[in-house]
């Protein structure tokens, strides 16, 4: 009974709406019209930038939980927090080095 009433709700909607204007359904960014489609392929140097980017949220995620227990821990987990630290900072460093992270 529920659902047939909801069917109606929904079938009724979709015959009396009102289409939006085309200019209206086009995505927008920054107010300014698309220069490309909404989904063409991103160049892969973006794959690269992704990565640098999720390996540097990953640490985010990681130090958040280590700034609440430093102060009870002592000073061993601030020696495996920088060590973790350089730890990323050589992946970094290597992928500047081989020019994964070149734009041209």
Known sequence: MVLAGVAVIVGASRLVRVGPVVG?????????????????????????????FLAFDMEMIFMYPWTLVVATMGTGVVVEMFLFLALLLAGVVY??????????
């Open 24 to 52: 209206e359904r086009l995505p927008h960014l920054g107010g300014l019209p698309p220069v490309e489609h909404a989904v063409s392929r991103f160049h892969v140097r973006w794959y690269a930038v992704t990565m640098v």
């Open 95 to 104: 992928a500047w080095r081989e020019g994964a992270l070149r734009w041209t």
